[in-house]
């Protein structure tokens, strides 16, 4: 044990952790608040890294980020503690027992493949293993992964804490189901899935701002819903800062509304559409049913007979969404392709 780890993760009850377990390689700036983050939306998480220095110091960097926070009016929980984070002596116990292996080393071929060999080695079969990478090739990494097909690009954008998009890249043998998975777990982390099919998703100063100010007002209007004293809302094993995306999966969430030309105003509220990055996501994508884009990118997809960009599904029909709490017309009806 390192750094004020915790050498063991349980529950308050003393019966072992169901939480998903995940490990973070790599304890620089960006694996340090990767690991934050996912303690704060209750994941299990073992960071591990070669330098021992790194690793000693990363739960102290990581109490900073969360004072840093709680300062700026950015946490919800305003006393987080680090007791689902263990600091591991050695790889092999930082990826035992692992549903997810993300590793955030130095931007280097070799050293990524070389890294992602020996974990793959080592951790279950059935774990998937993120490499979070800005240019290299997904391909050229997995080529000596055993099980390469559970190898995918999962790049979480710096700061981390307040940006809503995880960039996920699928790699020549990286199997759909994969894909999913990944979702799933960044549906649970309260952040919006940006799968890239072209060039990374690069943010400026001011998108990182104004995504920190969108941040901002969701926190303050949790914390007032809650209201002083109150204990509902998120539990203390959800996420600390409040999901930027709405879950409209659920019929009584969303209505839809014939096609027109009317346009969303681009917001900066951690929606937007996953291909133009511009306007908000207002549709679904049928059958999958996935909030991935908005109406004018939805509609360029069909015209060109591509697929959903998130599970390639044949797109059928794409459906208008609106949001509980906007305003919705009072026409509504399913717009078709």
Known sequence: MNGGCSSDVRTDTGVPDE???I???????????????LCLCGCAVAMYDSDNTALSTAVSRIHQDWEHLRTQGLLLNQHPQANNLICASSLEAAVEGAQFVLEAVVEDLQVKSDLMRRISSTCSQTAVLGTNTL???????????????????????YPVY?????????????????????????EHLGKVLFVRTGDPLI????QVQSRQIAWKEKVQAQQRDRG?????????????????LQHVHSATNYRTETEDNRHTDSSPRGNECIICTERERN???????????????????????????????????????????????????????
């Open 19 to 21: 939480r998903i377990k």
């Open 228 to 244: 002083p004293g109150s204990h509902g809302g998120l539990n203390a094993s959800s996420h600390a800062v409040v999901s930027m």
């Open 23 to 37: 490990a973070v390689i790599g304890c620089g700036l960006l694996g340090t608040r990767i690991a934050g983050e």
């Open 135 to 157: 240019t290299l090739d997904i391909t050229a990494i997995s080529e000596h992964v055993l099980h390469k097909q559970r190898l995918i690009g999962i790049r979480f954008l």
């Open 283 to 337: 549709c679904l994508l049928s059958p999958c049913n996935h909030l991935c884009c908005c109406m004018e990118c939805a509609k360029s997809l069909t015209n060109r007979h591509q697929n959903c960009p998130m599970c390639r599904t044949p797109i059928a029909e794409v459906l208008r969404v609106f949001i509980v709490g906007q305003t919705v017309p009072t026409t509504s009806a399913m717009a078709t392709t």
């Open 203 to 206: 943010l400026t100063p001011q």
């Open 162 to 186: 307040t940006i809503p998009e995880v960039e996920v890249t699928m790699g020549g043998n990286t199997d759909a189901q994969v894909l999913q998975r990944v979702g799933r777990l960044i």
